[in-house]
């Protein structure tokens, strides 16, 4: 099993880490089995699997239930928990709870937070208390309604620069990785050659530390995915055939 000290290592691989989304424990277990190194519970979860239309009205009791689910059934990948909307950033001390009680109780290994000026100090806290902390930068599906949607980040020298900045001070903070989302390839390049932990891209080019994306997006469930996913099956089909086949054999009577 990866510790985070073997990710926060992993950057001078030449081996790109993996990454995926699980939410529940028979989708974990096929992640585990097959080698992936880390397995997200995200609160993407709202989108690919709750029904939401964004990610803002998964609560943290959702997150905790599935990263139950998910660490039950993972015997080897490093289980990464998401912290959701506003479970942090309103203070500090809130944040440490909600970020315990998915390590503590829902058994992850470490938590994820979409990352800003406001979370480097809680992100020091955090790694003090023992809680290891993934950042996450670049297109932040929390803010949404700030940025206006699900548009790239970085494409300014500004916002470029900003990106940076804040991932350095993350590392700083005590980061033992950072998820890059939906960049400039370029940008998401100088980001991983600045810093000493992993970056893990998502939409950001091929020249980061790894990769990670969404399950359903991975399989071909998902109905919409977003045009930097690749679907690597056809779940969607299948599910399809083998439902409308069960009722066809139940209502033709050749079931059971």
């Given at each position: 099993m990866p510790t985070v000290q073997d990710i926060r290592q992993a950057s001078a691989d030449t081996t790109p880490l993996t990454?995926?989304?699980?939410?529940?424990?028979?989708?974990?277990?096929?992640?585990?089995?097959?080698?992936?190194?880390?397995?997200?519970?995200?609160?993407?979860?709202?989108?690919?699997?709750l029904g939401y239309d964004s990610t803002l009205p998964v609560t943290m009791a959702d997150v905790a239930s599935h990263t139950g689910a998910v660490v039950r059934a993972t015997e080897d990948a490093l289980v990464v928990a998401d912290m959701p909307f506003l479970s942090y950033g309103a203070d500090d001390d809130t944040g440490i709870e909600n970020a315990?009680?998915?390590?503590?109780?829902?058994?992850?290994?470490?938590?994820?937070?979409?990352?800003g000026p406001h979370t480097v100090a809680l992100t020091e806290r955090l790694v003090q208390l023992g809680i290891p902390v993934m950042a996450h930068l670049g297109l932040t599906p929390q803010r949404v309604n700030q940025v206006g949607g699900?548009?790239?980040?970085?494409?300014?020298?500004?916002?470029?620069?900003?990106?940076?900045?804040?991932?350095?001070?993350?590392?700083?903070?005590?980061?033992?990785?950072?998820?890059?989302?939906?960049?400039?390839?370029?940008?998401?390049?100088?980001?991983?050659?600045?810093?000493?932990?992993?970056?893990?891209?998502?939409?950001?080019?091929?020249?980061?530390?790894?990769?990670?994306?969404?399950?359903?997006?991975?399989?071909?469930?998902?109905?919409?995915?977003?045009p930097f996913a690749e679907s690597f099956g056809d779940v969607r089909g299948e599910m399809e055939d083998a439902v409308a086949a069960y009722r066809e054999a139940v209502e033709d009577g050749e079931f059971p």
């Open positions: 990454m995926l989304t699980a939410y529940d424990a028979p989708t974990a277990a096929i992640v585990d089995a097959a080698g992936v190194d880390m397995i997200l519970v995200g609160d993407s979860m709202g989108n690919a699997v315990g009680q998915l390590v503590k109780e829902a058994g992850a290994s470490a938590v994820k937070i979409e990352s699900y548009t790239r980040q970085g494409t300014t020298e500004a916002d470029a620069q900003e990106i940076k900045d804040l991932a350095r001070r993350h590392e700083e903070a005590g980061a033992f990785s950072l998820v890059l989302e939906h960049v400039p390839s370029e940008l998401a390049a100088e980001v991983t050659a600045d810093l000493d932990i992993p970056v893990i891209g998502i939409g950001a080019g091929a020249e980061t530390d790894g990769q990670v994306l969404v399950l359903t997006d991975v399989v071909g469930l998902s109905a919409s995915p977003p």
